[in-house]
């Protein structure tokens, strides 16, 4: 199916309409459809489009998401100037008749329909040829941000760009890393399968990102299918799942193990339903985790274990500075990287490996780059990416890059930074070949 687009020029970005309408991936099939949302002579029904979202998208909407549409349809005809899809996620960037640009970003649902579709405008990521673009491009008032560059060839490694690297920072998802970990642990020591189920019960249910929030209670899921939704997609309620079936004691010698400067900082290693809860149910439980010792807050932890009682709604200020996050500088993320590329290597299953490598997060060129493992994290007022890159004779590179800030509106939704991570991996500034 061929995208019609009213008022397009063709010349702009030949090359993105042609991508897009040649992607005959289930992705590419829902792109195209989402895209044709703008473009069609009519608005499509609330009715018409419950059969491609899932129902948690739609219920979002209570006035109906067909009325949103009619907004961002007011802003068109559109071009389609450029298609960008990764695993299950894609972002289209469409120019209106008065050449303002926006994106439309969707991400699937692990079942196949669309569980994320938004319109806002393009963030602009500014072309990168230097170390010196990357710090005038970062360098934002109010936001405070480190980055680490490394380079490990022949058992040495050599850091080619640090700025603040040995900082802690809040870094919001990329605490799975050291889940992955313990559970790569378990699995090779034999005390944990693959094939082994978890439970979905209300106590262990988290927030998105993720859809194993959705299930329902006792529903059993294969840790191999945990593990990948926990990495690749970033399911909150899949990593508690996985922390609960190894037990906290496991993942914070996982934590030691994986090379944190200073573990205590992870202990009592949080599960994200922890997090919310404490950081939005109640202001005195904020106060009380920040005044408390670590005895304190894992007599604090055992107080609020249940069901979840915090909504996404009440997320709003930032509780980073409290305490509440998962703080770990630039090099203690590049050692569990390592780490985690060292146990994917190991594994003879090929499963670690498998999961690891899932979603590279930002487009990249699998001739340069043959292997790429990726994640990314956010709190409110939090943002970081991580991606260890090895080329085609074996040389690893690490890119890091961490963000924190008072007030979330400082850092967006995190297209900037990954845009920065995509920029420095397309400059050839890791393989020392920039223009």
């Not at 044709?36 to 979202?53: N, V």
């Not at 990495?231 to 899949?238: G, L, P």
């Not at 037990?247 to 934590?255: K, L």
């Given at each position: 199916m061929m995208i019609d687009l009213p008022g397009s020029d063709a010349?702009?970005?030949?090359?993105?309409?042609?991508?897009?309408?040649?992607?005959?991936?289930?992705?590419?099939?829902?792109?195209?459809?989402?895209?044709?949302?703008?473009?069609?002579?009519?608005?499509?029904?609330?009715?018409?489009?419950?059969?491609?979202?899932?129902?948690?998208?739609l219920a979002r909407h209570p006035q109906g998401f067909a009325a949103t549409l009619e907004q961002w349809r007011a802003l068109g005809p559109f071009t389609v100037t450029d298609y960008q899809p990764v695993a299950h996620k894609a972002w289209v960037t469409l120019q209106g008749p008065s050449g303002a640009r926006s994106t439309l970003s969707l991400t699937l649902d692990s079942t196949g329909p669309i569980r994320v579709l938004h319109l806002g405008p393009e963030v602009a990521v500014p072309p990168?040829?230097?170390?010196?673009?990357?710090?005038?491009?970062l360098e934002q008032p109010g936001v405070a941000w480190s980055a680490l560059v490394t380079r490990e060839k022949d058992g040495t490694t050599d850091t080619l760009y640090a700025k603040d690297a040995e900082?802690?920072?809040?870094?919001?998802?990329?605490?799975?890393?050291?889940?992955?970990?313990?559970?790569?642990?378990?699995?090779?020591?034999?005390?944990?399968?693959?094939?082994?189920?978890?439970?979905?019960?209300p106590a262990l249910r988290s927030l998105p990102t993720g859809d194993m929030q959705e299930l329902p209670?006792?529903?059993?899921?294969?840790?191999?299918?945990?593990?990948?939704?926990?990495?690749?997609?970033?399911?909150?309620?899949?990593?508690?799942l996985v922390q609960d079936l190894l037990?906290?004691?496991?993942?914070?010698?996982?934590?030691e193990e994986g090379g944190h400067s200073d573990p205590a900082l992870l202990r009592p290693f949080l599960s994200s339903h922890e997090v919310f809860e404490i950081g939005w149910g109640a202001p005195e439980l904020r106060s009380e985790w920040a005044a408390a010792d670590e005895e304190g807050r894992r007599r604090l932890l055992a107080r609020i274990a249940g069901p979840l009682t915090v909504r996404g709604s009440d997320l709003g200020p930032t509780v980073h500075q409290q305490g509440l996050d998962w703080h770990m500088s630039a090099w203690d993320v590049a050692r569990v990287l390592g780490a985690l590329a060292e146990d994917g290597t190991r594994d003879a299953s090929g499963v670690v490996?498998?999961?690891?490598?899932?979603?590279?997060?930002?487009?990249?060129?699998?001739?340069?780059w043959p292997r790429v493992v990726f994640k990314g994290g956010s709190c409110p007022g939090v943002m970081m990416f991580c991606w260890l890159l090895e080329d085609p004779d074996g040389v690893r590179f690490t890119l890091v890059l961490q963000q924190r800030a008072g007030d979330q509106k400082l850092i967006g939704d995190?297209?900037?930074l990954r845009g920065m991570g995509g920029r420095l991996i397309a400059s050839g500034l890791l393989s020392g070949t920039a223009r």
């Open positions: 010349s702009a970005r030949p090359g993105a309409r042609a991508a897009l309408d040649g992607d005959g991936t289930l992705l590419g099939h829902r792109t195209r459809w989402a895209v044709e949302l703008l473009t069609a002579p009519e608005a499509p029904r609330d009715e018409d489009l419950s059969a491609h979202f899932v129902p948690v998208f990168v040829h230097g170390w010196d673009d990357l710090e005038r491009a900082r802690p920072m809040p870094n919001g998802s990329s605490y799975k890393l050291y889940l992955m970990r313990a559970l790569a642990d378990a699995v090779a020591s034999g005390s944990v399968r693959w094939d082994d189920e978890v439970t979905v019960t209670d006792g529903t059993r899921v294969p840790v191999r299918e945990t593990a990948y939704k926990m990495i690749a997609m970033s399911d909150n309620t899949a990593a508690d037990g906290r004691d496991a993942v914070e010698r996982a934590v490996e498998g999961i690891l490598t899932a979603y590279p997060g930002v487009p990249i060129d699998p001739a340069r995190g297209q900037f």
